[in-house]
């Protein structure tokens, strides 16, 4: 698009890489830069750049810290006989801020995805077992997503974890807080009905 020169043109490229940017979200990023303080822009700039050397994975569950134990893994005051598989580090970030969890993590780093060519020798599953068997694991919750490929991740490792003896639980899945059930679509319902619990 003419009218702009080209490091800021340079700049919506790069931006619109990331996911859920695009072309007018870039615009928009790249003015504000504009109009920040050059503190403010040099700040950013080294916190990029500390992203990649000072970020590692834990050696204990794969979540994101900034040394080889992440910050979940070194508090005392978790409950380290409750273990939550979960796919991504960022499932992580969701589950910590309810403030409800109070047990350890382990991270996968993906999902079992025949079609992407992700098998389960690509995921973290034999720290997992290791950790099961090593930390005395009373309870094992499955918090991977709901797709294809969260539910196959689901089931390869119920079936994984289920003869070791620790109680396997799924988080529920089903209908939003504050949403009506009429709005809800049925594979939605059937889930809420499925993760019924007793009151």
Do not use: W
């Amino acid at each position: 698009m003419a009218g702009y020169p080209a490091v800021i043109e340079n700049l919506f490229e790069r931006l619109i890489k990331f996911p859920g940017i695009g072309r007018r979200s870039a615009e928009r990023i790249v003015f504000y830069l504009l109009e920040a303080s050059q503190e403010e822009i040099n700040l950013l700039s080294q916190d990029i750049l500390k992203l990649k050397s000072h970020i590692h994975f834990c050696r204990i569950c794969n979540n994101l810290g900034e040394s080889d134990i992440c910050s979940i893994c070194r508090d005392t005051t978790r409950q380290r006989d409750v273990l939550c598989i979960v796919e991504t580090p960022k499932d992580v970030g969701v589950i910590e801020r309810t403030g409800g969890f109070k047990g350890v993590y382990h991270v996968l780093l993906g999902a079992i995805a025949p079609l992407e060519g992700k098998a389960p020798s690509d995921l973290k599953i034999n720290g997992l077992i290791k950790r099961i068997k090593d930390d005395n694991i009373k309870e094992v919750i499955i918090a991977t997503d709901s797709d294809t490929e969260g539910e196959t991740t689901a089931l390869y490792l119920t079936k994984l974890i289920k003869p070791s003896g620790v109680k396997v639980s799924r988080i529920g899945f089903g209908i939003p807080v504050g949403s009506n059930i009429e709005y809800s679509d049925s594979l939605t319902l059937a889930r809420a009905l499925e993760s019924r619990r007793e009151i």
